[in-house]
C-alpha cells in the first residue's frame, strides 16, 4: 500500500516557475515507478511525466517537454516536478500516482493516487 501527498501548486504568472512535491509512504517506494498527470477543468487526465523505480530513466509529454523535469529521492520517498516557462495552457489539478515497476503514460496502469494540487498559470 502507497499514500501519496502532492504539495507546491499554487498561481504564478506565464513564464515562472514552480516546484511541485509529493510525498509517499510506504518501505517499497524505490520498487514503483511515479508520474505526474493534470487533469484541466472538462478535459481528461493526462500524461505529464514519468520516472521508474530506480530513476535511470524518464519520459515526457511533448507539450512539457525541455520545461518540466521529474526526479525521485528514493531514501526522503519524495518524487519532483521542477516546472519551468509555465504558460496558461498548464493551468490544471497534478497529481501523482505510483506503480509497481517501469513508467507507463496511461492513467489506467497507476495504482496509487494523491489528492492533486491545482496550479494555475496566468497570462
Known amino acids: 500500500q502507497v499514500q501519496l501527498v502532492e504539495s507546491g501548486g499554487g498561481l504564478v504568472q506565464a513564464g515562472g516557475s514552480l516546484r511541485l512535491s509529493c510525498a509517499a509512504s510506504?518501505?517499497?517506494?524505490?520498487?514503483?515507478?511515479m508520474g505526474w498527470f493534470r487533469q484541466a477543468p472538462g478535459k481528461e487526465r493526462e500524461f505529464v511525466a514519468h520516472i521508474w523505480f530506480s530513476g535511470s530513466s524518464t519520459s515526457y509529454a511533448g507539450s512539457v517537454k525541455g520545461r518540466f523535469t521529474i526526479s525521485r529521492d528514493n531514501a526522503k520517498n519524495m518524487v519532483y516536478l521542477q516546472m519551468n516557462s509555465l504558460k496558461p495552457e498548464d493551468t490544471a489539478v497534478y497529481y501523482c500516482?505510483?506503480?509497481w515497476g517501469l513508467g507507463d503514460k496511461d492513467p489506467g496502469k497507476y495504482d496509487y493516487w494523491g489528492q492533486g494540487t491545482q496550479v494555475t498559470v496566468s497570462s
Open positions: 510506504g518501505r517499497t517506494f524505490s520498487s514503483y515507478a
Open positions: 500516482a505510483a506503480r
